[in-house]
């Protein structure tokens, strides 16, 4: 990760998280291997979704231009490298679908295909219903997909795309191609109701699983939505299906060490509507910044130690924070306190 620029760091309100067919992978072969570049992509962003005041469970919305709707930056090339091999080698972890959702699925990959190509003519072009990559050198066959729509559409963009129906009980987790779980299984989850995939995560039940519903029923057309959650974990891999719920401690994690063991790890989340389906686009783009390349951004320390220590007990515990949280605390309060440089 490069340095980073504070005209890059984007700050936004607190938001805390929240029968099945399954599609074969395509052959390896069936692509062509490519030469990917980053020479002409942006910065990584870096998004601060924490504050220092009291704990609150709430979803945290913002409005999200359209021009904004898909980030693309330098982690381009190596992170398409990994949903590839992820794709390959691991496709019933990272896709599946559930029987009813081909017309959304299809949707999102033609609109998907019409934002790239409007917002991003540097590395999207279109002739007919052939799609370029000039990033990878890659051109889909829009009309006749060599693989499933929304797993072609997961190969084009760093976010992971779940579809989200609306059905009487409640929206349910229709299709998703995920590469980056914030330790959860797709497996577990796809074809259930949204509070139901929500069910292990504190409070949300109570607080959040009657605000998300209501305001996936009436997301309008032409309207994008965002919110951002967080989290301290000790493994900067996108791909974590699991480490929920860890209280052992881990010796090796000191104050001295937290800053280059733990990352923040931050969930940029938005939601589009499909207006033929009715579908939901849930898109999540997962960033990792190491703890001591975001400590050293002003009064961050402080702010991101005093959000630490207002999480509830039944919140840390979800997040695995006991695993660490003490040497994590010791070193922001040190950096904070300038006894020691960020590190």
């Known amino acids: 990760m490069t340095a980073i620029d504070p005209a890059l760091v984007l700050l936004a309100a607190e938001a805390v998280d929240g029968a099945t067919r399954r599609v074969a992978p395509v052959a390896p072969a069936r692509y062509r291997r490519c030469a990917m570049t980053d020479a002409t992509l942006p910065p990584e962003a870096i998004h601060l979704p924490f504050e220092d005041g009291p704990f609150r469970m709430a979803m945290g919305l913002l409005a999200c231009p359209a021009a904004n709707w898909i980030e693309l930056d330098e982690r381009y090339p190596a992170e398409m490298t990994e949903r590839r091999d992820l794709l390959a080698r691991r496709h019933a972890e990272v896709f599946a679908t559930c029987p009813g959702s081909e017309a959304a699925r299809a949707e999102l990959l033609a609109v998907l295909a019409a934002h790239l190509v409007e917002h991003h003519p540097a590395w999207f072009r279109r002739d007919g219903e052939r799609l370029r990559n000039?990033?990878?050198?890659?051109?889909?066959?829009?009309?006749?997909?060599?693989?499933?729509?929304?797993?072609?559409?997961?190969?084009?963009?760093?976010?992971?795309?779940?579809?989200?129906?609306?059905?009487?009980?409640?929206?349910?987790?229709?299709?998703?191609?995920?590469?980056?779980?914030?330790?959860?299984?797709?497996?577990e989850k796809i074809g259930l109701p949204l509070l139901e995939v929500h069910g292990p995560v504190p409070f949300y039940a109570e607080r959040l699983g009657g605000p998300v519903d209501r305001f996936l029923r009436h997301l309008r057309a032409g309207r994008i939505a965002m919110r951002l959650n967080w989290s301290v974990v000790d493994d900067?891999?996108?791909?974590?299906?699991?480490?929920?719920?860890?209280?052992?401690?881990?010796?090796?994690?000191?104050?001295?060490?937290?800053?280059?063991?733990?990352?923040?790890?931050?969930?940029?989340?938005?939601?589009?509507?499909?207006?033929?389906?009715?579908?939901?686009?849930?898109?999540?783009?997962?960033?990792?910044?190491?703890?001591?390349?975001?400590?050293?951004?002003?009064?961050?320390?402080?702010?991101?130690?005093?959000?630490?220590?207002?999480?509830?007990?039944?919140?840390?515990?979800?997040?695995?924070?006991?695993v660490f949280r003490d040497a994590l605390l010791a070193h922001l309060d040190e950096v904070a306190r300038g006894a020691v440089p960020a590190r």
């Open 134 to 187: 000039v990033l990878t050198n890659e051109t889909w066959d829009l009309a006749a997909p060599p693989c499933d729509p929304l797993e072609v559409a997961g190969r084009l963009v760093q976010e992971d795309l779940c579809l989200i129906r609306p059905d009487a009980t409640g929206p349910v987790l229709d299709a998703a191609v995920l590469c980056a779980p914030s330790r959860w299984r797709l497996g």
């Open 236 to 322: 900067p891999a996108l791909f974590q299906p699991f480490g929920k719920h860890r209280t052992g401690v881990d010796p090796s994690i000191t104050t001295a060490t937290a800053g280059t063991r733990l990352h923040l790890r931050v969930e940029r989340q938005t939601f589009r509507l499909l207006e033929r389906s009715g579908s939901v686009v849930f898109g999540i783009r997962v960033h990792s910044y190491p703890i001591a390349h975001i400590a050293a951004l002003p009064g961050v320390a402080a702010r991101l130690a005093a959000a630490v220590r207002a999480l509830p007990p039944a919140m840390q515990a979800y997040k695995s924070l006991p």
